[in-house]
């Protein structure tokens, strides 16, 4: 739910057949390496048939990410094309799978509530003639869906001398242009004498898409799959684009459990196995492994549980980057084994509200919040405080989401005020400053946004200059001149928000 500071990084456009100057239509990173589009813009790209049962193509996909100065490549997902509906909620939607993963750039977030009527958005795309610039269009989005649970989006009274959505826009993200956040993908548009009109499928029915292709993908290898590309980064901390940091700590921790079995003098060969294939970027047979382990040692009995509840951690945080469904089963199980470990609910939580199941999440964050509160973990409090106001936030609950993301920012207030030099603790309370200003601005207070904003950008700023070198660090300092940015020019502030933006440019720059 966080603002999406940089949404023409994430956004690339397809080619037309045949024209490679022309544009087909667009698609956006919603993953390292997976690009949601319409099934139509890759029939244009590819010069395929418009056959309503057109089978999902083979051929390979070129992309140009212009605002990152990228071409990359990918093809149509397995269970990952939709070309036309066949009595399916689901279609004209493309899942494609890159060959490369974009670790460095963080992915479009998508809302999980519907968006209230009348909601001032923007799609971020470009027509032929417009790909090196880019184009934003400012549309309204009307009160009812459509029979197919679309949306329609209008273009906004008043804005006359603006872009209007237009044939080459298909698969372009539809942004809400108070967060951000991408609530749609436009697949359809409608235009003649006085009728400028589009149509965008909603993210509840992408995030569909993608929970269809989770469950029914097998795992093919390439490059984007290898872990062991992604295992320096498991010394860095992560913005938003990677796992949290107790996560990497998790990832560690497996690594050396596999590391310190491998070294026994009668290691058993599927340990062994299990690390080579890690070490060629390959998860799968590392997480049988622990599956296998917490199924043994669970019909082993009560006196295996706790052993049982190691190996479904261990499962859950090796699926926890690219295999929801899997992590949320290791999780589970280990919350059932050993149900007084506050952070496996923790993450729990969090993988339920990343597959949109909100119950589920704030029932396991309850679980998670009883027992820290029970032995007095304040950081855990903390961190679940937030982690509530991100259910209430998703929920649509603006007061509630802002009451516990306030009692989050008192605790990080006291941490970070015991122990200064202590930057987790400084960044949890610039991460509490930053999202009471998310919901601020969201109520329409642009006043109080930009004063949470500020406070948390005073935090970076010291961070930052305790570490020059510190890219974690470099890209929170960017993100907050982004988002006094976003304010400053929602409150008519051009000059001010253009010196926060060329801040965040040359920081990006470096």
């Given at each position: 739910?966080?603002?999406?500071?940089?949404?023409?990084?994430?956004?690339?456009?397809?080619?037309?057949?045949?024209?490679?100057?022309?544009?087909?239509?667009?698609?956006?990173?919603?993953?390292?390496?997976?690009?949601?589009?319409?099934?139509?813009?890759?029939?244009?790209?590819?010069?395929?048939?418009?056959?309503?049962?057109?089978?999902?193509?083979?051929?390979?996909?070129?992309?140009?990410?212009?605002?990152?100065?990228?071409?990359?490549?990918?093809?149509?997902?397995?269970?990952?094309?939709?070309?036309?509906?066949?009595?399916?909620?689901?279609?004209?939607?493309?899942?494609?799978?890159?060959?490369?993963?974009?670790?460095?750039?963080?992915?479009?977030?998508?809302?999980?509530?519907?968006?209230?009527?009348?909601?001032?958005?923007?799609?971020?795309?470009?027509?032929?003639?417009?790909?090196?610039?880019?184009?934003?269009?400012?549309?309204?989005?009307?009160?009812?869906?459509?029979?197919?649970?679309?949306?329609?989006?209008?273009?906004?009274?008043?804005?006359?001398?603006?872009?209007?959505?237009?044939?080459?826009?298909?698969?372009?993200?539809?942004?809400?242009?108070?967060?951000?956040?991408?609530?749609?993908?436009?697949?359809?548009?409608?235009?003649?004498?006085?009728?400028?009109?589009?149509?965008?499928?909603?993210?509840?029915?992408?995030?569909?898409?993608?929970?269809?292709?989770?469950?029914?993908?097998?795992?093919?290898?390439?490059?984007?799959?290898?872990?062991?590309?992604?295992?320096?980064?498991?010394?860095?901390?992560?913005?938003?684009?990677?796992?949290?940091?107790?996560?990497?700590?998790?990832?560690?921790?497996?690594?050396?459990?596999?590391?310190?079995?491998?070294?026994?003098?009668?290691?058993?060969?599927?340990?062994?196995?299990?690390?080579?294939?890690?070490?060629?970027?390959?998860?799968?047979?590392?997480?049988?492994?622990?599956?296998?382990?917490?199924?043994?040692?669970?019909?082993?009995?009560?006196?295996?549980?706790?052993?049982?509840?190691?190996?479904?951690?261990?499962?859950?945080?090796?699926?926890?980057?690219?295999?929801?469904?899997?992590?949320?089963?290791?999780?589970?199980?280990?919350?059932?084994?050993?149900?007084?470990?506050?952070?496996?609910?923790?993450?729990?939580?969090?993988?339920?509200?990343?597959?949109?199941?909100?119950?589920?999440?704030?029932?396991?964050?309850?679980?998670?919040?009883?027992?820290?509160?029970?032995?007095?973990?304040?950081?855990?409090?903390?961190?679940?405080?937030?982690?509530?106001?991100?259910?209430?936030?998703?929920?649509?609950?603006?007061?509630?989401?802002?009451?516990?993301?306030?009692?989050?920012?008192?605790?990080?207030?006291?941490?970070?005020?015991?122990?200064?030099?202590?930057?987790?603790?400084?960044?949890?309370?610039?991460?509490?400053?930053?999202?009471?200003?998310?919901?601020?601005?969201?109520?329409?207070?642009?006043?109080?946004?930009?004063?949470?904003?500020?406070?948390?950008?005073?935090?970076?700023?010291?961070?930052?200059?305790?570490?020059?070198?510190?890219?974690?660090?470099?890209?929170?300092?960017?993100?907050?001149?982004?988002?006094?940015?976003?304010?400053?020019?929602?409150?008519?502030?051009?000059?001010?928000a253009l010196a926060a933006y060329q801040a965040s440019h040359a920081i990006r720059q470096r």
């Open positions: 739910m966080r603002p999406q500071a940089n949404a023409n990084h994430t956004v690339a456009w397809l080619a037309q057949h045949g024209q490679p100057e022309a544009v087909a239509g667009h698609g956006f990173l919603v993953a390292p390496d997976v690009v949601l589009t319409c099934a139509h813009v890759v029939r244009d790209h590819l010069g395929l048939s418009e056959a309503p049962d057109l089978p999902a193509p083979s051929e390979v996909i070129s992309l140009r990410f212009e605002g990152l100065q990228h071409n990359a490549t990918g093809r149509v997902a397995p269970s990952g094309w939709w070309p036309s509906s066949g009595g399916h909620e689901l279609a004209d939607i493309a899942i494609i799978l890159l060959d490369d993963a974009f670790d460095e750039v963080d992915s479009v977030g998508m809302v999980l509530a519907v968006p209230p009527p009348d909601l001032a958005c923007y799609v971020f795309g470009a027509t032929t003639g417009y790909q090196a610039t880019g184009q934003t269009v400012e549309a309204k989005l009307a009160i009812n869906p459509n029979n197919r649970g679309w949306r329609q989006i209008d273009a906004r009274p008043g804005t006359y001398a603006s872009y209007f959505v237009q044939p080459g826009f298909s698969g372009a993200p539809v942004l809400d242009a108070i967060t951000g956040s991408v609530w749609g993908m436009v697949n359809q548009i409608e235009m003649g004498e006085g009728l400028r009109v589009a149509f965008a499928m909603p993210a509840e029915l992408l995030r569909k898409a993608l929970r269809v292709v989770r469950a029914r993908q097998t795992p093919v290898p390439r490059p984007a799959d290898d872990l062991a590309r992604k295992m320096p980064l498991l010394d860095k901390l992560h913005d938003g684009a990677g796992p949290p940091p107790e996560q990497l700590a998790q990832l560690r921790w497996v690594l050396g459990v596999l590391a310190d079995q491998a070294r026994e003098p009668v290691a058993k060969a599927s340990v062994k196995h299990a690390l080579a294939r890690l070490a060629e970027g390959k998860r799968n047979a590392a997480m049988a492994l622990f599956e296998d382990s917490m199924r043994a040692q669970e019909q082993a009995g009560q006196a295996a549980f706790a052993t049982a509840a190691a190996a479904a951690r261990h499962l859950g945080a090796l699926a926890f980057d690219d295999n929801t469904a899997k992590a949320i089963e290791g999780y589970q199980t280990a919350t059932r084994l050993a149900p007084e470990d506050v952070r496996s609910w923790i993450f729990l939580g969090r993988l339920q509200l990343r597959a949109g199941n909100l119950a589920a999440a704030e029932q396991a964050y309850g679980q998670a919040l009883s027992r820290a509160q029970a032995v007095d973990a304040e950081h855990d409090i903390m961190a679940l405080g937030i982690d509530l106001g991100d259910v209430q936030l998703a929920q649509g609950k603006l007061a509630d989401a802002r009451g516990c993301y306030e009692g989050a920012q008192a605790i990080a207030q006291r941490l970070a005020a015991q122990d200064p030099g202590n930057v987790a603790w400084q960044r949890d309370l610039s991460g509490s400053h930053d999202r009471i200003g998310d919901v601020l601005q969201a109520e329409g207070d642009l006043a109080g946004a930009l004063a949470a904003y500020q406070a948390s950008h005073a935090i970076r700023q010291r961070l930052a200059a305790q570490d020059p070198g510190n890219v974690a660090w470099q890209r929170d300092l960017s993100i907050s001149h982004d988002r006094i940015g976003d304010v400053q020019r929602a409150e008519g502030d051009l000059a001010g």
